[in-house]
């Protein structure tokens, strides 16, 4: 993973070197805007079962693709239609393990018997954005207000401990909702945009159960996004 985040920080410092004043043309009445997002989010658990907690920083970094339809003859209003990746990690204090059966099981663990528990997974997005901006031709620093909804689906999963019962590793939990869903808000001026995703349905699924009930959290990520043509 550290490999991950390393590509990702000399993919991000690449783009950076293409700004939107190089790429624009004067006069061109047919601009476009925002095609490459990239995004990195500090990650939150909502609807949590009761005495379950988040410890440490749970992070996220997303990047895509966007193609951007606009809707108007000023083209300030626009459709983006997108494909992307999201990688995102939940440090907290539910425990997954499994049993002689080979079925997951939950249970909280004390703060003081483990140094980390998380878990973390990957999904491939289709982001669609409304797009509201008030660019020009020629102006390539702007307000932008984008909001949307974004289709996950979860090609890998994995859990981490490590503390008093020893160190050890889940791959690919079934119990994940391999479907991912939920409503997204990009807003700023020019590079800096705030970047906020809720969730609309569970990370697990019905078959997640701690202390006999459905594991009902899904995910918020709180952070910042940077469009780039």
């Known amino acids: 993973m550290k490999s991950v985040y390393k590509y990702l920080f000399v993919m991000f410092g690449v783009f950076l070197c293409y700004s939107q004043e190089d790429t624009l043309n004067i006069g061109d009445k047919l601009y476009k805007e925002d095609q490459i997002y990239i995004s990195t989010t500090y990650n939150l658990l909502g609807n949590k079962p009761n005495n379950v907690s988040q410890q440490g920083f749970s992070t996220g970094i997303h990047f895509g693709f966007i193609k951007d339809m606009p809707l108007n003859t000023d083209r300030n209003i626009a459709i983006g239609v997108g494909l992307g990746y999201s990688f995102n990690s939940f440090n907290q204090n539910l425990l997954i393990s499994k049993d002689s059966n080979d079925n997951f099981v ?124």
Request: no cysteine; proline share 2%.
């Open 106 to 229: 939950y249970t909280l663990i004390d703060g003081s018997s483990y140094t980390k528990n998380k878990f973390s997974n990957q999904l491939i997005e289709l982001p669609i954005e409304f797009r509201w901006r008030t660019s020009t031709p020629t102006e390539y620093k702007f307000w932008r207000i984008y909001t949307g909804f974004k289709l996950g689906y979860a090609v890998f999963s994995s859990s981490k401990y490590k503390g008093d019962l020893g160190a050890f590793k889940e791959r690919n939990i079934e119990d994940f909702n391999k479907l991912q869903y939920g409503l997204t808000l990009a807003a700023g001026y020019n590079t800096w945009n705030l970047y906020l995703y809720y969730g609309l349905n569970p990370i697990f699924s019905k078959d997640a159960t701690l202390n006999g009930n459905t594991i009902d959290a899904n995910a918020l990520k709180v952070g910042l996004i940077f469009y780039i043509l």
